[in-house]
């Protein structure tokens, strides 16, 4: 069965730095693209990046340059680095895979950034 689990979030000031990571298990993880959404507060879903079988990676809503999304195929784990976070980051941060047709979300967490 497959389970997408996120960690890694929390209260960061203006400028900081904050890695997510999300662990899957289900024996998918090294065949499956995966994906980071966020959705701030009062508005809704938006996909932040995409990160390949193969490595390759895109961003979205022009946030390469200060987010970084990476992968552990050893570890079934996909991150998302965030640099310089401005409060409008403030969001909940999910993970998200497609395999066989079907659509798997972790549970989200919570990202706040205080200015």
């Known amino acids: 069965q497959v389970h997408l689990e996120e960690s890694g979030g929390g209260l960061v000031q203006a400028g900081g730095s904050l890695r997510l990571s999300c662990e899957v298990s289900g024996g998918i993880f090294s065949i499956s693209d995966m994906n980071w959404y966020r959705q701030p507060p009062g508005k809704g879903r938006e996909r932040v990046a995409v990160?390949?079988?193969?490595?390759?990676?895109y961003y979205y809503n022009f946030l390469e340059g200060r987010f970084t999304i990476s992968r552990d195929n050893a570890k079934n784990t996909v991150y998302l680095r965030m640099n310089n976070v401005q409060p409008e980051d403030t969001a909940v941060y999910y993970c998200?895979?497609?395999?066989?047709?079907?659509?798997?979300w972790g549970q989200g967490t919570q990202v706040t950034i205080s200015s």
């Open positions: 998200h895979t497609v395999y066989g047709g079907q659509s798997y």
């Open positions: 990160i390949s079988s193969d490595g390759t990676t």
